[in-house]
């Protein structure tokens, strides 16, 4: 959760992005060669396409945009439902075997299609209305043949920059095969093959076409990739010798250890929602630790053989949260936020109940206070819903929603770490800045608080 | 009904086909396996009996499972809940279940009793250091409703030995429903079974490890420390019973029994359990509440055996204020590895049983299976009793005075186990104790032996092979162990020419290692191969008694250099074996009986053609020897008691 403060842009109410801050291609662990990239400049602007420093699509409310003036982001406004303009080529100026990286952040129900030569198409949605994989969940990949569906729905919402990256092998003969597709890092495709007959020759060009809803590109990148890697696909599709636990009629819980980090936790309690949307909660925190889209948890670590580890793995692309406690109560303005829970701090853990549908409430005292908590999937499962009910008002009583570099980008919506997350609120919010991180904090002015994670 | 009357059809026709063989166990007690659907991963870590007659089981896997009909031939099986930290116990009270998760003594309730639960509240928590071995076990619940749970010690591959990484591990607690802990003994190293007699103490059972020579049961009472110095970390803790120190505790040469006379909290176990002969893995402690509706062993303890498949029979006594008794077999051939026995209302013992990470003689991953007593009473030693000048054995039926009359048909030795921070320990100490008179009883149910030889702090294995019962029915078995901590005061029974009896006392011989086993154990190069080696080869361990190494090829002839590296954590060796008899080597590795370990569990066999000695955890050893001229797939297996079943590989000779 690197957190780099920036100077905020007057004008705007969101900050100055540094379009190459977010390493989403290749991660930490990528030996491969560095990337070429292919920026975005005047030379692509027509009727329906801008270029900006910086967009922001509101995931709620459509209507609600915004851009900075500037180069490096390829925007797409269509003028009408179905512009002329509406397809763009992109050309590689490298021809073979290629892997080449995109971002793109989508507003809501915006829908964009990847031709690759004249093989594949990748098409990119807002699928929140899809949970599971269906014919239209982002990712979905098309050949003359047949439709791929993604090997699971890690599409994020609306308004947060996304990945999409592919490695291409091509013959001499023209034929090509797409050897694996990731989506915000998680395998979604392997191995899809098309004979020379349907491929085309010569320069690649990637072809993007919009749709009637607006959405912004950077970051187009390509790399001559290595040899052949074998994608981790565990992450997305069941693999052979694999336990995972499977969630489809109700809400799958389990206890366990889970790494943090490097860090092995131990109280942890998951939840795998019917959304394909996932949380890890430290128990002995009160604080929800992981969250991610996609499948829920493989307990190999735990139920084979010994199950040395005994960690459960999640399988996506967490979204880590802070270990330490949301509630505190602050006397005082300065007053620092309590990290930890000591044996004679507030906090006491108490259970969890299980709701008619099979969500837990989690169940701890704050001092006199007894709290519940629950989490509830929105937007199909782009989002949770946080809320605490207190039973009783409690003075100087706040909720930390996020630390890191906090800023409001919309009424009641506010980017955490550089559009890694959006929180929502519909109350009050206090945004401080104690040596050099941002708190997003929320008030209680009354018996129970809530806010939505958006990721 | 029907089933039972099926089983005795098979029992009898099995024993009209056995004529002249030794006793039908089953003719007394019949082990019934409850069928479990397709699908469900039944590892027990606890079974608890419910008001309405079923049975509950909690899984290693984190589910709580509802059972009903459990005796006939298609119980209903029902998910009450899930996602519990692998949970080893389960209990029930009050409308709830108590089940004791890696980190959490949790209270399970149903509140809207739709048969599912909903609400799964703390009792009471404990940190982890996130260690494997860090297993959390219990609750039993003792009759004022207190909840007794016990923790695991961390196991420290790098230093090979038990650690308390994390505040309690290695201790025994005591919590109210209401959360209140109490902490009560330390010195536990690896509790997984315990239980109160019919008096309200508390037994657990303890297996071999590092300061601990074999398994073993001991009395639990507040501020004990029951050996294994691990726990003695939190003793400065306010809330301790005890303020012993680890570094009291160091390997001096003295036994376990004699250093608790100069260390008062130092508590010496009511019962040894001879490793490989009684266990490898001691489990649950279940008492004899059943007043003779499960036999003739009502008050006694049954105590299980995880490695080992099997049951056995626990008759105690108090001298002196201490508890102390005797260990026999009861029933083996279970269906895997027993961690949880439990009585049903149906007055059958219930036997729940895993083998994941720790593998058993029967070889089932999992199941429950019943105990049935068929009514019929087995000739049996029912107990051992300690007396001024020996002891006195009650058997369950008169025996015959030809047989039981004599000296002769009773041995008895004594013997110990180092108290020690290595892994395991030999037996020590072995001794004979002649048996100088015999008078038996009017009723002949007793004979008082009178004892030469006998050593406090000893245990003494007491054979007696050839006795029949009035109606000429050789004895189920034929042996037990009574750990006679303590002689009591008392009238002896005088005995002519005492003196001479006594003489014929004799230490056994030490020298047990045959000379052949130096010759196929060589640790350094033969100087005939001229520093040439053929071929070099290195063999390690995988958790969960495995190699590394499913297979290797030599050349026939070839001077081999093998380096084993036991990096698990339990005692583990190498034997090369002919093929096709590593059957014969691992079975007659358990039958070493006492000498088992200082042989290495390596039987005198011309089919046994290479092996190392038996390995401390993370330690290795190199040896030589020549392939096998003739060509052939050659298994090598482990022979430590209840391994060679799953941990073996092949050496594949080629010409």
Redesign the interface.
């Known amino acids: 959760m690197a957190a780099i403060p920036v100077p905020m842009v007057s004008v705007c109410l969101w900050m100055l992005f540094l379009a190459i801050s977010q390493p989403l291609q290749g991660g930490v662990e990528d030996p491969g060669p560095p990337f070429k990239n292919l920026p975005f400049g005047q030379n692509h602007v027509t009727g329906s396409w801008k270029v900006a420093a910086e967009t922001f699509f509101h995931p709620m409310k459509a209507s609600r945009k915004k851009l900075l003036k500037g180069e490096g982001i390829l925007v797409y406004l269509p003028k009408g439902k179905s512009p002329r303009d509406s397809r763009k080529e992109l050309p590689l100026p490298e021809a073979g075997d290629l892997e080449v990286s995109l971002d793109f952040m989508l507003s809501p129900k915006a829908a964009l299609t990847l031709e690759l030569g004249n093989a594949y198409t990748i098409t990119l949605t807002d699928s929140r209305g899809n949970p599971g994989p269906q014919a239209v969940t982002s990712g979905t990949v098309t050949t003359a043949f047949s439709g791929y569906e993604p090997y699971s729905n890690v599409g994020k919402p609306p308004g947060l920059w996304q990945n999409v990256r592919w490695v291409m092998r091509r013959s001499e003969s023209g034929a090509s095969r797409l050897e694996a597709v990731y989506l915000n890092e998680i395998c979604i495709h392997q191995e899809l093959e098309i004979p020379a007959k349907g491929a085309s020759k010569g320069q690649p060009v990637v072809t993007v076409t919009g749709g009637s809803q607006p959405f912004s590109l950077r970051n187009f990148r390509y790399r001559k990739p290595e040899s052949y890697r074998e994608p981790d696909r565990g992450k997305s599709k069941t693999v052979y010798g694999e336990i995972a636990l499977p969630v489809s009629q109700e809400p799958?819980?389990?206890?366990?250890?889970i790494l943090y980090g490097d860090i092995?936790k131990?109280?942890i309690?998951s939840t795998g929602y019917t959304e394909q949307v996932n949380m890890a909660y430290n128990l002995a925190k009160g604080a929800p630790l992981l969250m991610w889209r996609g499948r829920f948890l493989k307990?190999n670590n735990?139920?084979d053989?010994?199950?040395?580890?005994?960690v459960a793995e999640p399988l996506g692309n967490p979204l880590e949260l802070p270990d330490a406690p949301s509630l505190a109560r602050l006397t005082s303005e300065e007053m620092v936020w309590p990290d930890s829970v000591t044996a004679d701090a507030d906090y006491h853990?108490?259970?969890?109940?299980?709701?008619e549908t099979g969500k837990p409430e989690f169940l701890y005292r704050l001092g006199a206070a007894e709290i519940a908590e629950t989490f509830y999937p929105r937007q199909a499962g782009v989002a949770l819903e946080r809320t605490f009910t207190t039973g009783m008002k409690i003075p100087d009583l706040w909720c930390r929603a996020a630390t890191g570099t906090v800023r409001k980008v919309a009424k009641g919506l506010y980017s955490i770490n550089d559009y890694q997350y959006l929180i929502h609120t519909e109350g009050a919010v206090r945004i401080r800045t104690i040596d050099g991180r941002d708190e997003l904090l929320l008030p209680f002015t009354e018996t129970s608080l809530s806010y939505t994670i958006i990721y | 009904m029907r089933l039972n009357y099926l089983m005795t059809i098979i029992a009898c026709c099995a024993g009209l086909l056995a004529v002249g063989q030794s006793v039908k166990k089953e003719e007394y007690y019949s082990i019934q396996t409850v069928p479990v659907p397709e699908g469900i991963?039944m590892e027990v870590g606890g079974l608890a009996s419910l008001p309405d007659g079923s049975l509950a089981a909690v899984t290693?896997?984190?589910d709580i499972w509802l059972i009903s009909n459990y005796a006939g031939l298609s119980p209903h099986f029902r998910r009450f809940a899930?996602?519990?930290?692998?949970p080893l116990g389960l209990a029930y009270a009050d409308g709830a279940f108590y089940t004791t998760?890696?980190?959490?003594l949790?209270?399970v309730k149903d509140?809207d009793r739709d048969g599912?639960?909903?609400?799964?509240?703390?009792v009471y928590?404990w940190?982890?250091?996130?260690n494997?071995h860090e297993y959390s076990y219990g609750p039993v619940i003792d009759r004022k409703g207190d909840l007794w749970v016990t923790l695991n010690a961390s196991w420290d591959t790098a230093n090979r030995r038990a650690q308390s990484w994390a505040k309690w591990r290695g201790w025994v607690l005591k919590i109210s429903k209401e959360g209140e802990m109490v902490p009560i003994a330390t010195g536990l190293r690896s509790p997984a079974g315990f239980g109160f007699n019919e008096e309200g103490d508390l037994f657990y059972a303890e297996n071999q490890g590092d300061w601990v020579g074999s398994g073993r049961i001991s009395h639990v009472e507040s501020g004990d420390f029951l050996g294994n110095p691990a726990g003695l970390k939190w003793t400065s803790e306010p809330n301790s019973p005890l303020s012993l120190n680890a570094d009291a505790i160091a390997t001096t040469g003295e036994t376990l029994f004699e250093m608790a006379q100069r260390i008062p909290a130092l508590k010496p176990p009511a019962i040894w359990a001879p490793h490989g002969i009684f266990g490898i893995s001691t489990s649950d402690i279940l008492t004899d509440t059943l007043h003779g509706d499960f036999g003739p062993f009502s008050g006694q303890l049954f105590v299980g055996d995880q490695g080992q498949s099997k049951i056995m029979r626990v008759a105690l006594e108090k001298i002196n204020g201490q508890y102390q008794g005797v260990i026999f077999p009861f029933l083996d051939g279970f269906m895997s590895g027993i961690l949880r026995m439990i009585w049903g209302k149906d007055g059958t013992m219930l036997v729940g049983m895993t083998n994941?990470?720790?593998a058993s003689t029967g070889r089932q991953s999992f199941g429950i299976q019943r105990v049935v007593w068929n009514g019929k009473t087995p000739f049996e030693m029912k107990t051992v009793q300690a007396r001024p000048d020996g002891f006195e054995i009650t058997f369950t039926a008169p025996v015959d005075p030809a047989t039981a009359s004599e000296p002769a048909a009773y041995q008895i030795q004594g013997f110990t186990y180092h108290y020690q921070l290595a892994y395991g320990s030999p037996v020590i100490n072995q001794e004979t104790c002649p048996v100088q008179a015999v008078v038996l009883s009017e009723d002949r149910l007793k004979v008082r032996l009178v004892v030469a030889n006998l050593r406090e702090g000893y245990i003494h294995e007491i054979k007696t092979t050839a006795i029949q019962s009035a109606e000429n029915q050789p004895l189920v078995h034929d042996i037990g162990y009574y750990t006679l901590n303590s002689i009591p005061e008392g009238e002896k029974i005088a005995v002519p020419h005492s003196e001479h009896l006594h003489a014929a006392s004799q230490k056994v011989t030490k020298t047990i290692v045959p000379d052949s086993f130096l010759a196929k154990r060589v640790v350094v190069m033969p100087d005939t191969w001229n520093h040439k080696v053929d071929h070099t080869i290195e063999i390690g361990t995988k958790?969960?008694l495995k190699y590394n190494l499913e297979a290797f090829t030599v050349k026939a002839g070839d001077r081999v250099k093998l380096t084993f590296k036991n990096s698990d954590d339990m005692l583990h060796n190498i034997v090369f074996v002919r093929p096709g008899t590593q059957t014969e080597i691992g079975e007659g590795a358990l039958h070493l009986g006492l000498g088992g370990l200082a042989k290495h569990y390596v039987p005198e066999s011309d089919n046994v053609l290479a092996h190392t000695s038996l390995l401390q955890p993370e330690s290795e050893e190199i040896i030589y020897f020549q392939a096998p001229l003739k060509a052939g797939n050659y298994p090598f297996i482990c022979t430590a008691p209840g391994h060679y079943q799953v941990m073996q590989g092949i050496m594949k000779v080629v010409e």
């Open positions: 799958v819980l389990l206890r366990s250890f092995k131990t109280h309690l307990a735990m139920w053989q010994r199950g040395l580890s005994q853990y108490k259970g969890y109940a299980l709701e | 991963s290693r896997r984190g899930s996602g519990l930290h692998e998760q890696r980190g959490e949790t209270r509140r599912r639960a909903d609400l799964f509240e703390k928590d940190p982890l250091s996130g494997y994941r990470g720790w958790p969960g």
